[in-house]
């Protein structure tokens, strides 16, 4: 996974229905007048599409200059991944074919946890592809999801330490075995070893990313108090793993609303009216940012 120190990352999380594909895309337009930006939906169920008025895919579409604008199929990753899982059993254990195992293998793309991992996989895939991008901007999905996601590399690091520690030993055992037999000859490199030690190098990287000054999480409320009881939960729930909300941004404001919530207001407000217009169309995203 290349990175590159001059990008910088911005995530728009918060409850469902707050805004954040608005707020992430008002954001991307701004931007672009002075940095070159990609615009990503990572939520399932896309909005950009709607937003920007154009069909989107997987394929960055340029929407002004500067700017261009994705949505990530997360069933296409989820599907590749377990393909790629799949030819990996192949090649490792030729009996799961014999006793038809991968049918039952199949039953994994419907396993807790998969979707999560399958929008890590695109963050990834995202940071290798569009290097020369110096602003990624992530529209993530609801809340559950989204923590979810950020909480993917801690917790898979505590499996795949424990599982090199258990692996290295299996290895040495053989080793040993080998020498026995076959005398001082040089052992074949254990291939699933070196898998979890690419899976782990990977995973710290991410890991380190989502906890680095180059990421910024900006977390989406609305004058409700049901936002804001999620905001303060979400707030909790990432510094469990050390990832920090940056800005609190308060999405279809009024200028009579004052935020009274203390936890809230120790981060930077920033406060987006709420429009009279519908924001969907270039041309209305871009009068609300002059206003």
Same mark, same amino acid.
């Given at each position: ?65 500067? =700017? @261009? ?7 296409? !990753? &989820?599907? /590749?991944?377990?393909?790629?899982? +799949?030819?990996?059993? %192949?090649?490792?254990?030729?009996? =799961? @074919? ?7 293998? !199949? &039953?994994? /793309?419907?396993?807790?946890?998969? +979707?999560?991992?399958? %929008? ?15 602003? &990624? ?155």
């Amino acid at each position: 996974m290349n990175d590159n120190n001059d990008r910088k990352f911005l995530f728009f999380i918060g409850k469902g229905g707050v805004g954040k594909s608005t707020v992430s895309s008002l954001t991307a337009i701004e931007l672009s007048k002075n940095k070159s930006v990609l615009l990503v939906s990572l939520d399932p169920a896309h909005n950009l599409s709607d937003i920007f008025q154009t069909q989107l895919n997987t394929k960055p579409k340029n929407i002004i200059p500067n =700017l @261009s604008v994705l949505e990530i199929n997360i069933s296409e !990753k &989820i599907k /590749k991944y377990l393909s790629e899982v +799949e030819n990996d059993l %192949i090649k490792s254990n030729t009996y =799961l @074919s014999a006793f038809n195992l991968l049918e039952e293998f !199949k &039953i994994l /793309k419907d396993s807790p946890g998969i +979707e999560e991992y399958g %929008i890590l996989i695109a963050f990834q895939d995202i940071l290798t592809k569009y290097s020369d991008k110096e602003i &990624i901007i992530f529209d993530m999905p609801p809340t559950a999801l989204a923590l979810k996601f950020f909480k993917l590399p801690s917790i898979s690091l505590i499996w795949i330490n424990k599982l090199i520690s258990l692996r290295t030993k299996i290895k040495e055992k053989k080793e040993i075995v080998s020498r026995i037999k076959l005398g001082n000859v040089e052992v074949e490199k254990d291939k699933i070893l070196l898998k979890l030690n690419k899976q782990q190098e990977d995973y710290k990287k991410t890991e380190e990313i989502f906890r680095s000054k180059k990421t910024e999480i900006n977390l989406v409320i609305n004058t409700d108090i049901l936002s804001h009881s999620e905001a303060e939960s979400i707030i909790e729930k990432l510094n469990e793993v050390s990832v920090s909300v940056e800005n609190v941004i308060l999405n279809k404001s009024n200028p009579n609303f004052y935020l009274e919530n203390e936890s809230l207001l120790k981060y930077k407000i920033q406060n987006i009216n709420l429009s009279e217009k519908v924001l969907v169309g270039i041309k209305n995203l871009q009068e609300c940012l002059s206003l």
